[in-house]
């Protein structure tokens, strides 16, 4: 079982990074640039890598869900999951990418960026971060459970959803 939690924190890391550094990315003022979304796609991968091995997902989740009554690995179980996922991950990861964000641009421009206060660029982003997250995490957990337990020699239990 640990192997199985150890390759979708990986999986699931690498995969939120790398749409929530993008989305970042292309909604930011002046488009695409890829040296800032490398950088925010590492340091999110590695924010997500931290999380995930230092809180117990799985168990917060599988509680919430049986707190509430609902079968495990049904449709309603699986939208609560995915919104204690994101409402962990999300703010953080989207936190250091702002701060990130704004460290290189003021760097790029030798400290005279013109920026948006900070609280309206991190509620703005929260948002759409929130969001992309929530329906990345939702479809790509059940697929990403069922390779990672493929990948340990386990049977995937049947869907009940």
């Not at 990403?144 to 340990?152: D, G, P, T, V, W």
Request: hydrophobic share 55%; proline share 6%; charged share 10%.
């Amino acid at each position: 079982m640990k192997k199985i939690g150890i390759t979708m924190n990986i999986l699931m890391g690498v995969t939120l990074s790398f749409f929530l550094s993008l989305v970042g990315n292309l909604t930011a003022e002046g488009g695409f640039k890829l040296v800032p979304f490398l950088a925010s796609f590492v340091l999110s991968t590695v924010i997500s890598l931290i999380i995930g091995f230092v809180i117990p997902m799985r168990k917060i989740e599988n509680s919430a869900v049986k707190a509430m009554g609902l079968n495990e690995r049904s449709l309603p179980a699986n939208l609560i999951s995915a919104l204690i996922s994101d409402l962990i991950y999300t703010p953080v990861i989207t936190l250091a990418m702002i701060v990130l964000a704004r460290k290189m641009a003021m760097k790029m421009s030798n400290g005279h960026a013109v920026l948006p206060p900070f609280a309206a660029m991190f509620v703005k982003s929260l948002i759409i971060s929130l969001i992309v997250a929530y329906v990345i995490i939702l479809i790509a957990t059940p697929l990403y459970l069922k390779l990672s337990m493929k990948l340990a020699g386990v049977n995937p239990p049947s869907d009940r959803s």
